[in-house]
């Protein structure tokens, strides 16, 4: 059970639609969580901005309004702090309460002023537990600052000993009249903006994230589930298709996809291997049917010798048949043994730079007398060097081929011959004749075995040939690279063009180095 559950959470993980939903879960959290962390940087950055704003506008209304610090009368004509303001007035009263909160007012020498009123010196008690400066700090910043025009401004960020942070503004006020500088520190708390912060980042990451990210996740699973329908559509399709059932294809959504274009591949791909079958099918029943006609004609003339010759002339002719038809049966199996090992590349071509010009004349000049015999006038027409790689054995078997159609067609007093020129890119090498001809409805179908023009109908006359004489020629012009092309008019003659890629120098040098090109 446990083994079973482990398989299955594998074959989820490996999915395509788990691998998806992922993807997408996991940019989404990545933009998510950028967001979030660069909206945090800018509340933080705001925040800030606004305690400075803040502090800036208390240290206005200390400077120009409720302090003044002056020498006091009643603490023997020392500098104190003396706030002026309403003390009736609430609002007033609970402001300048409030900058005294975090406060320090010191003189030159760094040592904190009396409060004109109570006597004690300025410095608040939160002030003192953030850390006040030192009285040589003090004086070294107020040194430093009185030479200038415009002295700095300090701005400091410190925490109280229970972690509570605060933001210090600290600078100089002039007693006007003596032009003596005091050091005065004011503070904020800031608190409130790290408790928003804090809950900021608690909303967007422990809430608003994870949530987005779940329902994000199961948005994609549901999305990325109808992205794959179509595809899971095409693969029990495919499934429907074996063997017997090849004729099936899975129709388009007419999307214009890239998941139709994987239909419309897939259907191509079903539409070769159908004609493959078909062909596969035609000729087991082709061989069967070739081989049946001779054994039935062997049968036959052994029945003969048997049960009715009686002289031994009788015999000897029925022996002599049988052995004819013998003779066509192993024809039949030896060029079928040869095509199949050809087609299946155990037939390694022997290539040498050959000049088919000379070749076709060599051949012209051996195949006269069968011309003869079949009262054809052949001739040669090759001039010039037409250079190619060729296996010789192979390509002489592809001439004989063509010629020895050309004379079975061409009616006695007729012409063939056989042309090499170069062309543009190519070798072209021609075999006409001014034979019967092949209709135009069979001229596809030529190159295939066992396929014969029969006329009429008709069955073919054992005489006629096995039908698989083009089959050769195709096969050994697309073994060294070439093509073969028909034409032929009915009545008035055929011509097969064979084109092969020229041959020049230096590749034929590597040719003859031993290097034989596969089919
Ligand atoms: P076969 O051994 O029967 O000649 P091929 O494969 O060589 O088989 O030829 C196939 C068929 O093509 C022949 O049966 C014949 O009808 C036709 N054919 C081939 N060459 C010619 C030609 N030169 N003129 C007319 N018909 C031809």
Not at 191 to 207: E, G, H, P, R
Request: with cysteine; charged share 25%; glycine share 6%.
């Amino acid at each position: 059970m446990f083994k079973l559950r482990k398989r299955d959470v594998r074959r989820l993980a490996r999915s395509l639609r788990f691998r998806l939903t992922v993807s997408y879960a996991l940019l989404f959290l990545i933009m998510l969580v950028g967001t979030a962390v660069v909206f945090r940087a800018h509340l933080a950055s705001q925040l800030k901005t606004s305690a400075e704003i803040s502090l800036n506008e208390q240290w206005a209304a200390i400077k120009g309004a409720y302090l003044r610090i002056e020498p006091t009368p009643e603490l023997d004509n020392r500098y104190a702090a003396n706030w002026y303001y309403d003390t009736d007035d609430a609002d007033e009263t609970t402001q300048v309460l409030n900058l005294k909160r975090v406060l320090l007012i010191a003189d030159e020498q760094g040592h904190p002023i009396p409060d004109a009123v109570t006597n004690q010196p300025s410095v608040s008690t939160i002030y003192d537990d953030l850390g006040r400066e030192s009285p040589a700090e003090i004086r070294l910043y107020v040194a430093g600052a009185r030479k200038l025009a415009k002295p700095p401004l300090l701005w400091a960020e410190r925490r109280s000993s229970k972690g509570e942070p605060f933001w210090i503004r600290s600078g100089l006020i002039w007693d006007e009249r003596h032009r003596i500088p005091f050091y005065i520190s004011i503070g904020v708390s800031l608190a409130k903006n790290q408790k928003i912060l804090s809950n900021y980042t608690w909303t967007a990451f422990v809430v608003v994230i994870p949530s987005a990210l779940i329902l994000a996740s199961l948005l994609g699973w549901i999305m990325a589930g109808r992205t794959l329908t179509p595809l899971r559509e095409v693969a029990q399709a495919a499934q429907r298709v074996s063997g017997s059932n090849l004729s099936l294809r899975i129709p388009t959504r007419e999307a214009g996809d890239e998941l139709d274009y994987l239909i419309l591949t897939f259907n191509r791909m079903t539409e070769r291997l159908e004609a493959s079958f078909q062909q596969m099918k035609q000729f087991s029943t082709d061989v069967s049917h070739e081989l049946r006609t001779p054994i039935t004609a062997i049968r036959g003339q052994l029945e003969v010798a048997l049960f009715t010759a009686k002289t031994t002339d009788q015999y000897r002719e029925a022996m002599f048949n049988a052995l004819q038809d013998t003779d066509r049966l192993s024809q039949i199996v030896r060029a079928l043994l040869l095509l199949s090992q050809a087609e299946s590349g155990q037939l390694v071509l022997q290539k040498t730079r050959l000049n088919l010009g000379d070749l076709v004349r060599e051949l012209v000049e051996q195949m006269q007398i069968p011309a003869e015999a079949a009262g054809v006038h052949l001739t040669a027409d090759a001039a010039g060097d037409c250079f190619a790689a060729v296996d010789r054995v192979q390509f002489e078997r592809l001439i004989n081929n063509l010629l020895s159609n050309a004379f079975k067609f061409t009616p006695e007093g007729g012409q063939v011959r056989v042309s090499a020129r170069l062309s543009e890119d190519h070798v072209e090498v021609g075999v006409e004749d001014t034979g019967r001809g092949i209709p135009r409805e069979h001229l596809p179908h030529i190159f295939d075995r066992f396929y014969r023009v029969t006329g009429s109908g008709t069955a073919p006359a054992p005489e006629q040939g096995l039908g698989l004489g083009l089959s050769f020629v195709a096969w050994i012009a697309k073994a060294h690279g070439g093509t073969v092309e028909v034409d032929s008019t009915p009545g008035k003659g055929t011509r097969f063009t064979i084109k092969l890629p020229i041959e020049h120098q230096n590749e034929g040098a590597m040719e003859l180095a031993g290097q034989p090109a596969a089919s």
